[in-house]
């Protein structure tokens, strides 16, 4: 019998609870159950739960109690309620006396919501591109566009993508002909270059699968906190198939144990942004004030997919914006899922680059800020005690990351410097 290490579901308590198979359609053993628990759309934890046998859904309710009543509890009290009015059957929302607050300040943001432009940078991966815009078209908030950058094409593969979804979504092409995903970043604001400073510009990835409520969500967080120039949100596992895709979500995963609990992160935080570096966000659910790209003047690009760093360029973006005394958020409700890596070579290489990409990004810090480096240094003991530790984590998995730390301050110095832009073929936004 094929053995599958794990089924990822969403779980709405305001609605009667599923029977969860430990068996798949096909036949095939699922191990456990990463359940992201929701109440009136919000998620509010990602529990995981045996499958070695059915979950009916007493039983599932059961253990959403003992991992997540918590946060259940915080939320439920707002409505009047207690974890002990939560039934199999869901919620008795005859209880709840008008609209729950979380759906009420949702519909009350929207009403301001300043102009949104969704960018997703791509390379040749038009199957990848197709199942991100599907997710767009799905979203409980539509006033806003899409801008696709297509990063040094190699074919038409890509374009012709985005015009299947013209019909759909209020969409933008670009080409970018310089490879490097900073590039095609930058050449996304240049695109914006007519656009007000107000603009809400939020970034995804082509293997990500946008949430229903993602777009709503980053907007309200912007409208709600009028001084933040950026916002990220939760990072979650589209499926959890193959081993590999499992010891990377225990590795951290995406969001990197950020969990889903709303945080800000500014001059009266009190976090360092060097070490550990704070849930400040990471390039596949990012937002940004069009006005705060534009007075940092965009990405470097020497960092990012497609230059020999491999990465850091949002984790760049983020630190600079705190060290100028800017405010970002964090909040889970803007949700994604992304897919990861299948296969243990994959992961292998995943976890290389993540690892120079944070150590480039050191570097670029201090070829901007000198004065960073004596910090830094008086942070390598913990550094090192950090990663001495590993846990139960594959070795040769912690070995990949170590080693692409110490490749990624050479590959920064050797990747490219900023160069002129290129001339960036635009097509016009068109429904």
């Known amino acids: 019998m094929t053995r599958i290490p794990g089924v990822v579901l969403d779980v709405e308590l305001s609605a009667p609870l599923p029977f969860v198979h430990a068996l798949d359609t096909l036949g095939h053993r699922r191990d456990a159950a990463w359940v992201i628990v929701r109440l009136f759309t919000e998620p509010l934890a990602m529990v995981t739960l045996d499958l070695s046998d059915d979950l009916a859904p007493d039983a599932l309710l059961a253990g959403i109690r003992a991992e997540a009543g918590h946060a259940l509890g915080e939320r439920l009290a707002l409505v009047g309620l207690t974890v002990h009015d939560l039934t199999a059957d869901g919620l008795a929302l005859t209880a709840i006396t008008g609209t729950p607050p979380y759906l009420a300040g949702r519909t009350r943001a929207l009403h301001f919501a300043p102009p949104v432009t969704v960018v997703i940078c791509t390379r040749e991966r038009p199957d990848a591109l197709r199942d991100c815009l599907i997710s767009l078209t799905d979203q409980d908030f539509d006033r806003f566009d899409v801008l696709v950058v297509d990063n040094a094409p190699t074919s038409d593969r890509t374009r012709h993508v985005v015009d299947e979804f013209a019909p759909r979504l209020a969409l933008r092409y670009?080409?970018?002909?310089?490879?490097?995903?900073?590039?095609?970043?930058?050449?996304?604001?240049?695109?914006?270059?007519?656009?007000?400073?107000?603009?809400?510009v939020a970034w995804t990835d082509d293997d990500v699968r946008a949430d229903p409520h993602w777009v709503a969500e980053v907007v309200r967080a912007f409208v709600e906190n009028p001084a933040a120039a950026a916002v990220s949100g939760a990072v979650v596992p589209a499926e959890l198939r193959t081993d590999a895709q499992v010891w990377f979500e225990r590795f951290g995963g995406h969001s990197k144990g950020r969990g889903f609990v709303a945080d800000e992160f500014g001059p009266l935080s009190g976090e360092s942004p060097l070490y550990p570096l704070p849930a400040f966000g990471l390039g596949a659910n990012m937002a940004f004030r069009?006005?705060?790209?534009?007075?940092?003047?965009?990405?470097?690009?020497?960092?990012?997919?497609?230059?020999?760093?491999?990465?850091?360029?949002?984790?760049?973006?983020?630190?600079?914006?705190?060290?100028?005394?800017?405010?970002?958020?964090?909040?889970?409700?803007?949700?994604?899922?992304?897919?990861?890596?299948?296969?243990?070579?994959?992961?292998?290489?995943?976890?290389?680059?993540?690892?120079?990409?944070?150590?480039?990004?050191?570097?670029?810090?201090?070829?901007?800020?000198?004065?960073?480096?004596?910090?830094?240094?008086r942070?390598?003991?913990?550094?090192?005690?950090?990663?001495?530790?590993?846990?139960?984590?594959?070795?040769?998995?912690?070995?990949?990351?170590?080693?692409?730390?110490?490749?990624?301050?050479?590959?920064?110095?050797?990747?490219?410097?900023?160069?002129?832009?290129?001339?960036?073929?635009?097509?016009?936004?068109?429904?």
């Open 174 to 200: 670009v080409v970018e002909p310089g490879p490097g995903l900073s590039r095609a970043r930058n050449a996304a604001i240049a695109a914006l270059a007519g656009e007000p400073g107000e603009r809400i």
């Open 290 to 377: 069009l006005a705060a790209l534009r007075k940092l003047r965009g990405f470097d690009e020497a960092l990012g997919a497609g230059t020999p760093a491999q990465g850091g360029e949002d984790t760049l973006m983020f630190s600079r914006l705190l060290r100028g005394g800017a405010t970002t958020l964090y909040r889970p409700s803007a949700l994604v899922r992304r897919v990861h890596r299948a296969d243990l070579d994959g992961l292998w290489n995943q976890l290389a680059a993540y690892g120079a990409g944070l150590t480039a990004f050191y570097v670029a810090l201090i070829r901007s800020e000198p004065r960073v480096l004596l910090a830094l240094i």
């Open 379 to 431: 942070l390598l003991p913990r550094v090192f005690r950090d990663f001495r530790a590993g846990g139960d984590f594959p070795r040769e998995l912690l070995g990949a990351s170590r080693r692409g730390m110490l490749a990624g301050p050479w590959r920064y110095l050797r990747g490219p410097r900023p160069a002129p832009p290129t001339k960036a073929v635009i097509s016009p936004s068109r429904r």
